[in-house]
């Protein structure tokens, strides 16, 4: 039986509220079953570019699989989520700069449009290099035409902290 987060806990920056949680399990769940198989779980990460292997997806599926069915369903990805969450400064920088890598494909400390549009394709997003030169643009603040590891940290806490104010 899964467990609400307590009210007190904070969810981490990267994946703020349920909604956005909700979202990234849903491209998790490739066939739109309601629970994350090993074999989606494997597809995304190597869509993203990750060298994951199968042993490291099962060890990923055991430590998050709560009632080990052999799924992962909404209720387990979001524990996961946010798990970690007594220290959420340590928590979502971590998480922060993984996502920072995974777009990141040269590991050059900068995303370009050509790496964003690479990982938008790969996870069925369809958009043109140049919408992502102009997504880039939004939060390039140096005017590099590359987003930087604290832009992007910027417009992650910045995004998450401003979500609930327009409603």
């Known amino acids: 039986m899964a467990t609400n987060p307590s009210p007190n806990s904070k969810p981490s920056t990267y994946l703020q509220d349920m909604d956005e949680v909700r979202q990234v399990f849903e491209r998790f769940d490739a066939n739109k079953d309601g629970k994350i198989s090993a074999d989606e779980l494997g597809g995304v990460l190597n869509a993203l570019g990750s060298d994951t292997s199968a042993e490291e997806v099962a060890r990923m599926m055991q430590e998050i699989d709560a009632d080990k069915d052999g799924y992962i369903n909404l209720q387990e990805f979001a524990a996961f989520c946010n798990k970690d969450s007594d220290d ?29 549009h690479k990982i938008l394709t ?34 992650m806490t910045n995004s998450n902290s401003n979500s609930g104010d327009a409603k």
């Open 88 to 116: 959420p400064h340590k928590s979502a920088d971590k998480e922060l700069r993984e996502a920072f890598e995974l777009y990141d494909q040269d590991q050059n400390g900068k995303i370009s449009a050509a790496e964003l």
């Open 122 to 155: 790969r996870l069925g997003e369809h958009c043109s290099e140049q919408d992502c030169a102009g997504m880039i643009k939004t939060v390039d603040s140096d005017g590099d035409g590359y987003v930087s590891f604290e832009e992007f940290r910027k417009m």
